[in-house]
């Protein structure tokens, strides 16, 4: 970029979901825009599991959109392994409604999705500027009147911080707090490239046809979180997602969470289904795991944030959604801006309409209707005990030893009355009615 290029109407920092459809949408009404991205290309520094619930977004894309975008594969059979150390159980659901057309949730590849999705915001008339970090507000006065690049002055009416999880720019503008392993879950994937073939037989899928596995138990080793697989089209994503604080605080502790994924790997639920695979995409990111109460605030003057950036996850321990939040908060953010420009007021009064329309979009709702679930996650024993539990009383049901077999009920009964009745288990039974 020339230092001495016009001011634009929206400068958006981050080409992730929330940045692309921020810059699409305000695009596409006629503002002026500049997308930055410090990757490569969009989708070069972007994970996700990654299944995006395609429903509460539909209507916010054009229908050419969704026709024309990389998704992998529609998720028609979804599963819930629980793993005990050396035993597991696999609860398969599949419905009518998971094989209707449209159909509701897919699983994508970021890499090759939001590099599409980058097309189609240059194509909207958005300029979209890899390899450009952004590394501060500029201001004039008080005002935030842009962003730095480097040497570079980028002047525009409104900022949108679409910086994802560590959002510098939220923080510096004074919206969102200090970064602390307590409000962070660690996410690393791998992406294993495999013949389409052998994916359809091995999770036993129709040509075409995806799946997505969950996974709770022995696999993170007491830690809150959990595992996730998911067929891509020519391949399988599998990773972990593991409370932070839980690892000690250290995102980069390689030891800890890359042998909790090779030891995952190697698991026999998961070896048979990756074997003769080869891995072709690492990757290791944060996850904001916020309570309601601790969002950052999303708008003041000049400046909106969207996404990761303000915490719009919904965090599962076992799942994570965060894509249809960030591609809905983007699209609410850039009609926020339009308004704003058609009223010439860039104030916080102004573009808080961001605010009132995300409070009553699925975004916010979502987001407090499932404000109790990790208070509720992290809740050991749904990782170390239930599991195991689970799997043991299914050892003596099905286990016919060199003695013969115990009557089933006594077995079943001790190990249901000691377990899921027991004081604790009665807790976590009653703290689950907030869900
Ligand atoms: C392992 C894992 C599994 C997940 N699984 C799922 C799932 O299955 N379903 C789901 O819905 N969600 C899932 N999520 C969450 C989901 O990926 C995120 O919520 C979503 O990607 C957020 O999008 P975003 O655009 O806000 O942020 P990001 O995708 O993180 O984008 C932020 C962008 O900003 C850029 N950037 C940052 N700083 C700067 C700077 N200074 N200058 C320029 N550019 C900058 C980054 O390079 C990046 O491209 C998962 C997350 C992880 C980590």
Redesign the pocket.
């Known amino acids: 970029m020339d230092s001495d290029e016009q001011k634009v109407d929206l400068i958006v920092?981050?080409?992730?979901?929330?940045?692309?459809s921020c810059a699409y949408e305000a695009a596409r009404s006629g503002l002026s825009v500049l997308l930055?991205?410090?990757?490569d290309h969009?989708g070069?520094?972007?994970?996700?599991?990654?299944?995006?619930?395609i429903e509460p977004v539909r209507d916010l894309m054009p229908a050419k959109f969704w026709q024309d975008a990389p998704l992998e594969r529609p998720v028609t059979s979804e599963s819930l392994v629980l793993m005990g150390p050396s035993s597991s159980v696999t609860l398969v659901f599949s419905s009518e409604s998971m094989r209707a057309d449209p159909p509701s949730s897919y699983t994508i590849l970021?890499s090759r999705f939001d590099r599409w999705f980058g097309e189609q915001v240059e194509a909207s008339g958005a300029f979209v500027v890899p390899q450009?970090?952004?590394?501060g507000l500029l201001r004039d006065g008080d005002r935030i009147a842009g962003v730095r690049a480097g040497e570079e002055d980028l002047e525009a009416d409104v900022v949108v911080a679409?910086?994802?999880?560590l959002s510098?720019?939220a923080r510096e503008a004074g919206l969102a707090p200090g970064l602390a392993p307590a409000g962070h879950a660690l996410?690393?994937?791998e992406v294993i490239a495999l013949d389409p073939g052998r994916i359809e037989d091995r999770l036993a899928l129709a040509p075409g046809q995806g799946a997505a596995r969950l996974f709770l138990g022995d696999l993170t080793r007491s830690m809150v979180g959990g595992g996730?697989l998911?067929s891509n089209r020519d391949s399988i994503s599998l990773?972990l997602?593991v409370s932070l604080e839980d690892l000690g605080g250290r995102p980069d502790d390689a030891d800890g969470s890359h042998a909790l994924l090779d030891a995952f790997k190697e698991r026999p639920e998961i070896r048979p289904l990756v074997e003769g695979g080869e891995t072709v995409e690492y990757s290791a990111?944060?996850?904001p795991e916020l309570p309601v109460g601790g969002l950052p605030s999303r708008v003041t003057d000049n400046l909106l944030v969207?996404?990761?950036?303000a915490g719009l996850?919904i965090y599962h321990g076992i799942?994570?959604?965060?894509?249809?939040?960030?591609m809905a908060s983007?699209v609410l953010a850039a009609r926020a801006c339009v308004k704003a420009r058609e009223a010439g007021d860039f104030s916080a009064s102004a573009l808080s309409k961001y605010d009132r329309m995300l409070a009553e979009s699925f975004v916010m709702r979502d987001v407090e209707r499932h404000a109790a679930a990790p208070g509720f996650l992290a809740r050991r024993r749904l990782y170390e005990t239930y599991p195991r539990e689970i799997c043991d009383l299914l050892e003596d049901l099905f286990r016919v030893g060199p003695d013969g077999k115990e009557r089933l009920y006594p077995a079943a009964w001790k190990r249901v009355r000691r377990t899921f009745l027991s004081m604790e288990g009665l807790k976590d039974l009653w703290a689950a009615r907030k869900l």
Not at 319 to 326: E, I, S
């Open positions: 920092v981050g080409a992730g979901l929330a940045g692309l930055l991205e410090r990757g969009p070069a520094k972007n994970v996700s599991g990654g299944r995006i619930y970021r450009a970090v952004a590394t679409a910086d994802g999880a510098f720019l996410g690393i994937k996730f998911y990773g997602v990111h944060l996850i969207v996404g990761d950036a996850v799942t994570v959604r965060g894509m249809d939040l960030a983007g």
